[in-house]
């Protein structure tokens, strides 16, 4: 097998095997800012998503009690002020 061939088979196998799937959105998830973040989303963590996403929209917004002392707040926090950036 000559090289060319060999490179040419490493670039088509590289490009079909990165092909990115459509997430599907299912109905009665959770949309903040027309962004789904899912289904089955506690309410902490859905406020922390809210509250993240103003803080990356410009507006600081967070509940320290709520981020020092609730995992799920922070989490959600963290996941909205990362995927509303620039929205």
């Given amino acids: 097998m000559t090289y060319k061939k060999l490179f040419i088979m490493i670039i088509f196998l590289i490009f079909n ?42 507006e600081y917004t967070k509940s320290h009690t709520l981020f020092n002392e609730n995992k799920n707040y922070q989490k959600g926090w963290f996941i909205g002020r990362s995927r509303c950036i620039n929205q």
């Fill in 17 to 58: 095997g990165c092909k990115q799937e459509p997430v599907s959105v299912k109905e009665g998830g959770f949309y903040y800012h027309k962004i789904y973040f899912g289904k089955n989303i506690q309410k902490e963590i859905k406020q922390g998503i809210k509250d993240g996403c103003k803080t990356a929209q410009g």
